[in-house]
């Protein structure tokens, strides 16, 4: 009785509740080969680590989610809450050494991470699940969060508290404290402005139409295939050169504007090496943007936990329009991005929170995107770092593996590992298989990225 009395519930925001359902799945490689490094010490540690940071995230990360009679999604957390951790420790026979995946790095092609993450729950919706997975020579630690509860910043900022927290129980220092915003107001639906009308509102969102549930056919998603390549700091800078004599309707582009511009130019001729009758095709570059930091009158804060990303979309481009050859095309699909970046502020939330609520009972909000089409989802983890992910006690992080949401085609920008003097990017690289086979055939797709595994 009196847990249910003590039964906190954490309204989330209109926002939050379309990422209902949804689940980030990312794991985190930890090398053990030292001497030093005691694995039954460092599985005990995480535990700690686990438990202090949600106690410092108030401690939703450890409830369930529930839609409430008002239709309010929320966490809902009790005095004994905690985040479900599971520990597996795999015999020789279960598992490969960790010496051996390293040495494949990890590959997508090779490696089956469900192996290393959490089962997916049969009834409750929890926050979070995590796994920590022992092998032979290393430490696998897998999460599953409910893409409700936050989006990648989030994510990375609860994972860099329970490593740092572990780190900080192993060496007994201080441990860390983090103190979240939690004002929802900035994600929720504004009150009804009848001034504004459903087409004005999409015409602020061009990613989004509207559709008659009736008429939403579930597509299974093709076959697909994926791999991490890596793109240095020097290949940037050529590429940056080669862009800047035709920049004219953005004042700069950045590394993140490269990259995406070669990824999605470098996909098109692959898909009309196998598709030659799309030529005319138009294909969009669709890609989250966190508004954090895109709020001139200051309705929110850098450090908000939740949702605060939209996506947005480059495009559509005619795809023979797209690949046009020689660096003024390059330069071009940069400036999109650049400019789609660039249009996107908080307003935006209010538009699509807004659509959402007027939507009938018999309407649905979905993108105007096809990624097993023509059309690319990109997203960028950079910010990551082992500094943030490190344990301590000679146990840094050696590889970040995704388990990629998106059907079709898919570039995310991975943590950065490296601890490079010179900056590197590792891109997991996702597509269905033809079209793979054929991007990583491409001939600038081979001269400016590696292959990692």
Not at 194 to 216: G, M, N, V, Y
Not at 219 to 225: F, K, L
Not at 226 to 248: M, N, S
Request: charged residues 20%; hydrophobic residues 40%; contains cysteine.
């Amino acid at each position: 009785m009196n847990e249910v009395m003590d039964t906190r519930t954490y309204e989330l925001s209109d926002l939050d509740k379309g990422g209902f359902t949804k689940t980030v799945k990312a794991v985190l490689f930890y090398d053990l080969q030292a001497a030093t490094v005691e694995p039954e010490s460092v599985v005990s540690s995480l535990l700690e680590g686990v438990k202090h940071a949600t106690r410092q995230l108030v401690p939703f990360m450890a409830g369930h989610l529930e839609f409430k009679e008002s239709k309010r999604l929320c966490i809902v957390t009790s005095p004994n809450s905690t985040v479900e951790v599971s520990v597996r420790r795999y015999t020789g026979t279960e598992c490969e050494p960790f010496h051996d995946l390293a040495q494949d790095s990890f590959s997508p092609s090779k490696l089956d991470l469900t192996h290393f993450l959490p089962k997916d729950p049969i009834a409750k919706h929890p926050v979070c699940l995590i796994q920590i997975s022992l092998i032979q020579g290393g430490l696998a630690v897998g999460f599953r969060v409910d893409h409700a509860a936050g989006d990648w910043v989030s994510l990375s900022t609860f994972i860099s508290l329970v490593c740092q927290s572990s780190k900080a129980h192993r060496e007994g220092l201080d441990m860390p404290t983090y103190t979240p915003d939690l004002k929802r107001d900035p994600y929720n639906a504004p009150a009804l402005d009848s001034t504004i009308s459903q087409q004005d509102r999409l015409a602020q969102l061009p990613l989004f139409h509207i559709i008659e549930k009736s008429k939403f056919q579930f597509q299974p998603p093709p076959p697909i295939r994926a791999g991490i390549y890596r793109i240095t700091e020097p290949t940037i800078q050529q590429l940056k050169a080669r862009c800047t004599p035709h920049l004219d309707q953005v004042e700069y582009i950045t590394s993140y504007d490269c990259i995406s511009a070669l990824l999605w130019r470098a996909l098109t001729r692959a898909r009309l090496h196998i598709h030659p009758d799309q030529v005319n095709t138009p294909s969009r570059f669709v890609h989250p943007i966190d508004v954090r930091s895109r709020d001139p009158e200051h309705k929110t804060s850098l450090q908000y936990f939740g949702n605060a990303v939209i996506g947005t979309l480059a495009g559509p481009v005619p795809a023979t329009t797209l690949i046009s050859t020689g660096d003024r095309g390059l330069a071009a699909a940069a400036t999109k991005i650049r400019q789609s970046i660039q249009a996107v502020d908080i307003s935006k939330i209010e538009h699509l929170t807004a659509l959402q609520t007027s939507l009938a009972d018999t309407e649905m909000l979905i993108p105007n995107a096809d990624f097993a089409g023509m059309d690319l989802f990109m997203n960028t983890w950079y910010a990551g770092s082992a500094a943030k992910y490190d344990l301590g006690a000679a146990t840094r992080p050696v590889a970040f593996r995704v388990q990629a949401g998106v059907p079709g085609a898919c570039a995310i920008i991975l943590p950065d590992l490296s601890e490079s003097d010179t900056r590197v990017f590792e891109v997991f690289v996702q597509a269905p298989e033809k079209e793979y086979e054929a991007l990583v055939r491409d001939v600038d797709f081979i001269i400016c990225f590696e292959q990692v595994a």
